[in-house]
T-cell receptor, first 111, second 114 residues
Framework: GQSLEQPSEVTAVEGAIVQINCTYQTSGFYGLSWYQQHDGGAPTFLSYNALDGLEETGRFSSFLSRSDSYGYLLLQELQMKDSASYFCAVTGDTGRRALTFGSGTRLQVQP | GAGVSQTPSNKVTEKGKYVELRCDPISGHTALYWYRQSLGQGPEFLIYFQGTGAADDSGLPNDRFFAVRPEGSVSTLKIQRTERGDSAMYLC????????????FGPGTRLLVL
């Protein structure tokens, strides 16, 4: 089976930096994705890591350590509009494209 | 271009009824996925199509759930004899289908079974 652990809630202030961690246990692993979801909205793709290291996309960066079964999403220069739920998701192996999602981290950005 | 669209946006039905949920993927995307999301949880995989065929249906909870994609584009998720526990947001996603690429999600259909 597959399971992912991430904090349920994080609070931060505008302009700050926040890190959302994700640890996973999977029978196979191909890559780790991050999605953002606003209340009532669809999940929106943010970032993807298949190899160890840091991927940077604007204010968002994502990190993966395959040996530690661990990744994180880093959000910089937080804005009020970043208040949303953030999900990490694993692709188990190359033959199985289904995403297995964590339960999500609700980020609240305060002024 | 247009994203993934899903209809209806909301569906209210009575226990025991049959429902159909429709997904129209991004044009040119050969891979299509159905997920189900309960409040406060992440999406759970149901089924994945590559073209017209179901490449992986391991997430379907039981035989009341069925999905088709007859022409390799639009897909319909069908739920027979609905139960109150089927109430959830049903999300559809599509991707190019050429490799391990990004899945783009539609706005979902919120199903409520009374």
């Amino acid at each position: 089976g597959q399971s992912l652990e991430q904090p349920s809630e994080v609070t931060a202030v505008e302009g700050a930096i926040v890190q959302i961690n994700c640890t996973y246990q999977t029978s196979g692993f191909y890559g780790l994705s991050w999605y953002q979801q606003h209340d009532g909205g669809a999940p929106t793709f943010l970032s993807y890591n298949a190899l160890d290291g840091l991927e940077e996309t604007g204010r968002f960066s994502s990190f993966l350590s395959r040996s530690d079964s661990y990744g994180y999403l880093l959000l910089q220069e937080l804005q009020m509009k970043d208040s949303a739920s953030y999900f990490c998701a694993v692709t188990g192996d190359t033959g199985r494209r289904a995403l297995t999602f964590g339960s999500g981290t609700r980020l609240q950005v305060q002024p | 271009g247009a994203g993934v669209s899903q209809t209806p946006s909301n569906k209210v039905t009575e226990k025991g009824k049959y429902v159909e949920l429709r997904c129209d993927p991004i044009s040119g995307h050969t891979a299509l996925y159905w997920y189900r999301q309960s409040l406060g949880q992440g999406p759970e995989f149901l089924i994945y199509f590559q073209g017209t065929g179901a490449a992986d249906d391991s997430g379907l909870p039981n035989d009341r759930f069925f999905a088709v994609r007859p022409e390799g584009s639009v897909s319909t998720l069908k739920i027979q004899r609905t139960e109150r526990g089927d109430s959830a947001m049903y999300l559809c996603a599509s991707s190019l289908g050429t490799g391990e690429e990004t899945q783009y999600f539609g706005p979902g259909t919120r199903l409520l079974v009374l």
